[in-house]
């Protein structure tokens, strides 16, 4: 053990003083040699001839020169074609009206390859750096877990007056964010100068970068006075702001995470061409041409873009369902819309798509279409009856309302429900493959609540009606047309509601049409309405002046009530404040007037009005029927958003 102790003894010089170098690399404090700067020691090295050209023509010799201290890594190796190639893209930028810290250039290179202050590496480094353009570099010894700075030697480093340049073999590869990828990857386009972009855009890419523009930042400018009522300031402070980004997703910065499902070139040409019918505006449209392309590459661009974040946090994982950005702003109606489930399984809307990796997030490139336009602009449309803003009253002569209006909200009792089935045990009956049996049983119990426009005529023996200005219409789609009624909660007032609905719309000088009277696809019978009054109330119906113009409310359940089936509109009400449809909803003619409020009420309690679109009339009319599997989706697709 003497022997033993001995020569550890006699080791320990040597261990320590080979920890003390290493450790003197690590932490050591770099004394400059001489007073030459960063700049001056680059260009005075031939090594370095292409790298310094670079950086002259980018305008960094100045921060380079300056008392801030910076460290850079320097490739020796690179080529005279790569130089010419970063001059030109800081060219095409510059030309473009970018200011430099917006230049593609000088982040993905000169920004790429430099961080504030002395970072020290050797042997023993492992930290991450963060760049001067906020990626970040993870060095790990003398090797990169990120990037190509692997054997970094303490004996390349040359210390300057303002810093550290570290000489490297290679460039630093530049990790781009969703946004800098989708530019530098050709499939989804090219940026080009805003001067050069015209109606429609071409591809992704031109679209998104169409938005750009720089705005002023009050509170970081200095201002000086004002002049003619306006604020005039001494020095302006301007940032890069992009407004489409700014509705869909932050896909430029490093502290979000995104996916984008990114439409090739291929892609975008077909479905513009596709959904450009969709968008045909009548003559008294300002700039029509210019809307509808901006219309049609809208809703290219719908649904593509998820902050993947936001969706692990609110749904039980990507892998069952994922949810756009659009999801949380327009679909409190329509749960189906904007959502995907099961998008990696087969038949989903990621499936077989090749991703990119991103510093930020991923990309996933569509060269098939993948978005289904009914999941997001084509879906159905559900218009809240309660929406003042597309609800007028009509008035009388004197203008005065001829109808009393009212918002209600009430739980509407359902005659029955269904509820699991219980043995005479009472215990609970499960089916041969374990799913619950069902059972439907009478209940008064209050199952929903309802919002509900109540409308009810100031004189009794008048009729009731309301119009509606429906928005957001497609030209060239064939209509289901819906209405969705509720009856009162009183049952001693629970009578069917007798209405006729009249249809107008605008025209190709943007004037409506003359109003005319739908047709039930229906005809009013007796058979399965309930009520005490049903069978009564359609004897007077059938025997009015035009029973084939009426429609009947039933007087104990909520009603879905198909209006109209496969309506086509030559004219696009997409994006106008008014739209170019207008319903009439009431009964004001043909009534049977002596049995107001005995067998029938003409007070309408609407619920909401919905527009189904079909790309062919043949599928728009099979469909029309089938209310029972259209309501029964609809609380599917209620349950998933819930859950």
Known sequence: M????AVLLAGVPMLWSACTDAWDDHYGVYNPTGNASIWQNLTADEELANFVEVLSAIGCD??????????IWAPKNMTAQQAAEIIDMFNADKEAGLKLEDNKAYI??????????????????????????????????????????????????????????????AMQPFDANVREKLEMDGRFGVSRKSSEITFPYQNFVEMITSYDEYELDE?????????????VYLDSVLYLYNDLLYEYGHIQREDSTYWVIAPTKEVWSQLYDKYIQYYVYDNSVPNSDSLSNEMACRNIIQGRFINASKENKYNRAPNDSLVNTQYYLRQSHNPRQDVYYKPFAANGVLNGLESIDCSNGKIYVDD?????????FFGRRDQDATYSRYIEVPKSSSGSEDAMVTRRMEYIVYGTTEQQAVDEDGNPVFDGEGYPVMETVETDEELKTYDYLQVTSKVDAEGTKIYYKIPNTLSNVYYNIYIVTTPTNTKKDQLPCWFQVEHSEKQENGAYSKSALYNN?????????????AVANSDVILSCYKPEECYVADAAKVDTILIQTAVKY??????????????????????????????????????????IPFEEE?????????????????????????N
């Open 521 to 533: 696809p229906n005809p009013v019978t007796s058979e399965g309405m309930s009520g005490d009054k």
């Open 570 to 611: 030559d004219y696009s009400g997409y994006g106008l404040d008014e739209g170019v449809v207008k319903l009439t909803i009431g009964s004001w003619e043909s009534a049977p007037g002596a049995q107001r409020n005995v067998l029938y009420t003409s007070t309408l309690r609407l619920n909401e009005i919905i527009f």
């Open 108 to 169: 993905q290179f000169f920004q790429n390859q430099t961080a504030l202050y002395d970072q020290s590496v050797s042997s023993l480094t492992d930290s991450i750096i963060t760049m001067l353009n906020g990626k970040y570099m993870h060095l790990l010894g003398t090797d990169s877990k990120s990037g190509s700075l692997a054997d970094i030697a303490f004996s390349d480093a040359v210390f300057c007056s303002n810093g550290i340049i570290y000489k490297t073999d």
């Open 368 to 376: 098939q279409g993948v978005i289904d336009p009914h999941s997001t």
């Open 62 to 71: 100045q921060t380079l020169n300056s008392p801030q201290r910076h460290t």
């Open 618 to 642: 043949a599928d728009a009319i099979a469909a029309a029927n089938d209310l029972d599997a259209f309501n029964d989706e609809i609380l599917e697709a209620k349950k998933k958003k819930e």
């Open 2 to 5: 003497k022997i033993m102790a």
């Open 219 to 231: 509170n970081a400018s200095v201002p000086g006075g004002v002049v003619d009522g306006k604020t």
